[in-house]
């Protein structure tokens, strides 16, 4: 099974980004070497996907200034506070640099090598990611028997983490294990993270899955062949609500309807412990274009009036369980969780 490397160190001042917005068609890599370039790939979706924001944000700060050499704490703070605006609406993204600050002030009471630190916190940032990733497998397996049919929307495997993915963590270790899988992809429009992203990695894992159009979904659920939908998520409240890629809350009514478990798989860090409910959440307004068409193909008449949120929140009562790094936990136990730790190196 080979799943793709959206992010690396290169050791050479830059991190290596695999361009999401040029797949299926290209798969074309990008060096980052300064915070506004990071910035700028958040925002344009080129890196993508609550887990993975927070690990390219964390890595963006060790580029304040270039190359890390001669950061301090007045630099380290401006560096978020910019990475910080790229995208409102994943959590993970102010967790990882709210834990960036916290370690550059701390090297700097220390009066300790700035650089080394806040490379060894970016890299615990991502390397809790993956443990957590393997640990949302296998809170999830279980509910995938072999041959089992299951659906998910947008895009929650590889490229949207530093790991094997949240939604799509228990698809793989379920073909780990040698039992028969085939995912059902919403194509997820406007920007077709389904069809795009998720066909295209579960391809390379060598996983069959059928891609379908998001107003396919409902018609598809009702043919019964579908054992449980599993999708991520940007950002939880604690009562259970959840935000995620715009189609989701539609998906999840349809799940209900049809009486499809309906599963959001998805790290702590995605857990706003601020947020009581999903009315706290900021979505995301995202350009007009991005409706209107797609790379460069206009499919709206001209000054049409666009929406277009990038998410929206789906209640708890539609939510069947929450699979988490911490187990397959019910919406009443989220607020017990203890968030991460707000510093692993010291």
Known sequence: MTLPRPIQWTGTGAVRLLDQTALPDDERYLDITTVAAMREAIASLRVRGAPLIGIAAAIGVTLAPAGGAGSTLENVRAACDELDAARPTAVNLRWALDRMRRCAEVAAAGDEPMAPALRAEAQAIWDDDRAMCDRIGEAGAGLIADGDVVLTHCNAGALATGGIGTALAPVYLTHRRGRRVTVVVDETRPLLQGSRLTAW??????????????????????????????????????????????????????????????????????????????????????????????????????????????????????????????????????????????????
Request: net charge neutral; with cysteine.
């Open 201 to 346: 990695e579960l391809g390379r894992a060598g996983i069959p899955y059928t891609v379908i159009a998001d107003g396919m979904a409902a018609a598809r659920l009702r043919l019964g062949d579908v054992r449980c939908v599993l999708v991520g998520a940007a950002r939880i409240a604690t009562n259970g609500d959840v935000a995620n890629k715009i189609g989701t809350y539609g998906l999840a009514l349809a799940a209900r309807a049809h009486g499809v478990p309906f599963y959001v798989a998805a790290p702590r860090s995605t857990v706003d412990f601020a947020a009581a409910d999903g009315g706290a959440i900021p979505i995301e307004q995202r350009a007009a274009g991005e409706v209107r068409g797609f790379r460069g193909a206009v499919s709206t008449p001209a000054g049409a009036e666009v929406w277009n949120p990038a998410f929206d929140v789906t209640p708890a009562e539609l939510v069947t369980g929450y699979l988490t790094d911490a187990g397959l936990l019910a919406a009443r136990e989220l607020g017990r969780l203890a968030p991460l730790p707000e510093l692993a190196v010291r």
